[in-house]
């Protein structure tokens, strides 16, 4: 199972769309209606999409998997009882599946024979999605659910996070310990070290100034710079998430710690804490849609993404 792609329904989706290919680094792939999709440098036909609405909020998480793990994604989420409902995806690279809603209400979706792009040149290009992590009211059970109904593992545990894995990725995802149920960052998989400090360059040059960063994290040891995008959310430039085995041993909160007023490896970057909470608790989650039962046949079904 790979992560893909976050869908977000937003005032102003145009430009958003602006910032995000002329500045962040982006790529255009398609404009469909009212929705801009923006692409990296990998085979993904887009990581972002940005659909333009009175409100702010996520309209959904998008992984890709094989027609098995779907299967037994349908079992686990019917005997957890989640709401779920089949779907055949309109947006760019099709595919058919599920989407289904956790307790806090974030919104997943998981899609089969979906298609696949070539990859484009650009050394300042994302490659693909790092990771999408969201706030949580009860970050435990949200991390117990995952495990449960989704076959999510997770993988570490610190004082403000719960870390989740789909893959060898140590996080696909993560829910922090935050007492609101909302999406907390997104993250851009860079090319390498360079490229990340490329992109702190190219904010700079807008007079923007990381949030937190640049430094590399404890759980994962992913470089990260953070910023609070002109739109709303906070995005994040990263590169070199560590690959974990099946026997990964999943850290507790006391593993993590940290020397006085250090809170990751480097200590070289301060944390705006305030303006970082505020952009987190923007982007809440809206279930549009009724569900139903996943034996229904797919194939007779649509998702209007609206």
Request: aromatic share 8%; with cysteine; glycine share 8%.
């Amino acid at each position: 199972m790979r992560l893909r792609s976050i869908e977000l329904a937003m005032p102003g989706a145009a430009d958003a769309a602006t910032f995000m290919t002329d500045i962040w680094g982006m790529a255009p792939a398609k404009v469909v209606g009212d929705i801009h999709y923006l692409r990296g440098s990998g085979t993904f036909p887009y990581l972002v999409a940005f659909e333009e609405s009175a409100d702010a909020y996520v309209r959904s998480t998008t992984f890709v998997c094989t027609s098995d793990r779907l299967e037994q994604l349908k079992r686990s989420v019917t005997i957890a009882g989640l709401p779920a409902m089949p779907v055949v995806s309109e947006d760019l690279g099709g595919g058919h599946g599920i989407i289904v809603e956790l307790a806090e209400g974030e919104l997943l979706r998981f899609l089969v024979d979906a298609q696949e792009v070539e990859p484009i040149e650009g050394a300042d290009l994302p490659v693909k999605l790092t990771h999408v992590v969201f706030n949580s009211a009860d970050a435990e059970m949200t991390g117990h659910l995952a495990e449960d109904a989704l076959g999510f593992r997770v993988s570490d545990r610190t004082k403000g996070m719960v870390f989740v894995r789909c893959n060898d990725s140590h996080h696909s995802t993560a829910f922090a310990r935050a007492g609101i149920s909302s999406l907390n960052h997104i993250a851009f998989e860079m090319e390498d070290l360079d490229a990340v400090m490329r992109g702190i360059g190219r904010l700079r040059d807008q007079d923007m100034a990381p949030a937190w960063g640049p430094g590399r994290h404890g759980p994962g040891a992913n470089v990260f710079a953070y910023f609070i995008a002109p739109f709303g959310p906070v995005i994040e430039f990263s590169t070199a998430v560590n690959k974990v085995p099946d026997d990964y041993r999943p850290g507790a909160p006391e593993d993590w710690t940290w020397p006085e007023k250090r809170i990751d490896q480097w200590g070289m970057s301060d944390k705006n804490f305030d303006g970082l909470r505020a952009a987190e608790e923007k982007f809440r989650h809206r279930r549009d849609w009724q569900p139903q039962s996943l034996a229904h046949p797919i194939d007779v079904l649509t998702e209007e993404n609206h």
